[in-house]
């Protein structure tokens, strides 16, 4: 919900009647919150609510997903380097740490997509860890480039096609919004001059579809809807995203991390600075390359701390980053609530005196404690709680 973006053609009013050719267009508003919250209007050439057949399916590790029994309170590192890339953006999801609030997953594709999905569940935010693409909406034509954020809203169907047909995703499921923080905006709802970002960082749909056979097919069109964390397939006899215009607030967005404009201070700001997106008792944060604290004795590297309202997540994507050893690209650290976390031995003395960093990463702090899945348990490294333990020769790496 960034800001009213129009694509093709709308009538002068809505709810009028609206022609193409001799042909009444159906309009369909996408409205939240009942009737109170942001909303879009579409003009379909074909109703969209012609299905034909209604069949469920699952994908196992995705939807369903199974919990561990027992998850012992201790800090964690889930390997997702180690996930074997397999199947398209839908098929190939895997989730990993789950609350009532949000759904953490990743997922590594290596085909082209096929059908279209929607989430009814809720907004997901997804992270493009290697590489651009495209994402087709009933919204229509969306590039997106390697580290972009894509939002997508709740039940809007969609498919992403990875340039080469193969690429790597984080992917936050909220249950609601996931959207702009309140702090960012004035009460005229537009972006702050002192937000991290501004609206010409944010990009909407180009064009809108246009049916073509040898992009979608020819014969039935299948929509995988997900609600209440299960799948049903909606069989369409005709392409169902053809649409005269559209215009509102409710459209998928893409955004870079590299956009995103980093804060320092004097001494070591806490995270909430690297604020970038907002759930339901959720953040998305930013970890971007940036010049660190300039106080002649300040310590860069993030001190110590317990949190204890917040369980915490860590995907790290690139650079060194300052505060973790045995950590690598891919890597995602969880600390949880009620257990303290710092930098490794050692780093904390190593970054005094450097300037910048090169770090990138995504953070999520959530206020209910995350469960791991099952799946995310056969890929943890359970050495990782103990690797704060100061081996013989490293000392505590303090002075001077
Ligand atoms: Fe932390």
């Given at each position: 919900m960034i800001h009213r973006h129009q694509l093709g053609q709308v009538p002068a009013k809505p709810h009028t009647a609206f022609y193409e050719g001799d042909k009444l267009l159906m309009e369909q508003c996408v409205t939240r919150?009942?009737?109170e919250g942001p909303f879009s209007i579409l003009y379909y050439?074909?109703?969209?609510?012609?299905?034909?057949r209604v069949e469920q399916m699952g994908v196992p590790g995705f939807c369903p997903f199974e919990m561990v029994e027992e998850q012992p309170l201790h800090r964690r590192h889930v390997k997702t380097q180690d996930i074997r890339a397999d199947g398209d953006f839908l098929t190939a999801r895997r989730t990993l740490m789950v609350n009532s609030d949000v759904q953490i997953g990743v997922c590594k594709a290596n085909r082209p997509a096929d059908r279209f999905f929607s989430n009814a569940d809720g907004d997901e935010c997804w992270f493009a860890y290697d590489r651009g693409g495209v994402v087709e909406s009933v919204y229509g034509i969306l590039p997106y480039r390697k580290h972009d954020y894509v939002l997508i809203p709740k039940a809007t169907p969609y498919r992403i096609h990875p340039e080469g047909g193969a690429g790597t995703f984080l992917v936050f499921e909220g249950r609601g919004y996931i959207d702009i923080?309140?702090?960012?905006?004035?009460k005229a709802g537009q972006i702050t001059?002192?937000?991290?970002?501004?609206?010409?960082d944010f990009r909407a749909p180009e064009a809108l579809l246009r049916f073509d056979e040898k992009k979608h097919g020819k014969g039935l069109y299948p929509l995988v809807i997900k609600k209440d964390d299960r799948l049903t397939v909606h069989v369409y006899?005709?392409?169902?995203?053809?649409?005269?215009g559209w215009d509102g607030f409710v459209y998928p967005v893409a955004f870079n991390i590299h956009d995103y404009q980093p804060r320092t201070g004097l001494i070591h700001l806490p995270p909430?600075?690297?604020?970038t997106f907002a759930g339901n008792d959720f953040v998305i944060c930013s970890f971007v390359p940036r010049k660190v604290d300039y106080h002649?004795?300040?310590?860069?590297c993030p001190y110590g701390h317990a949190s204890p309202d917040c369980d915490e997540i860590l995907y790290y994507v690139d650079g060194?980053?300052?505060?973790?050893?045995?950590i690598e690209s891919q890597s995602i650290s969880l600390h949880p609530a009620g257990v303290p976390h710092g930098p490794h031995p050692g780093t904390y003395a190593k970054s005094?005196?450097?300037?910048?960093t090169q770090e990138l990463a995504v953070m999520c702090d959530t206020l209910k404690p995350l469960r791991l899945t099952k799946f995310a348990d056969g890929i943890e490294d359970k050495d990782y709680h103990f690797s704060w333990v100061r081996r013989e020769n490293e000392g505590m790496g303090l002075s001077k």
């Open positions: 919150e009942g009737f050439r074909i109703p969209p609510t012609d299905e034909t923080p309140k702090q960012w905006r004035n001059m002192y937000a991290p970002y501004t609206h010409r006899e005709h392409f169902p995203y053809e649409l005269v909430t600075i690297h604020l002649e004795k300040s310590i860069p060194t980053f300052t505060s973790r050893k045995g005094i005196g450097t300037r910048e």
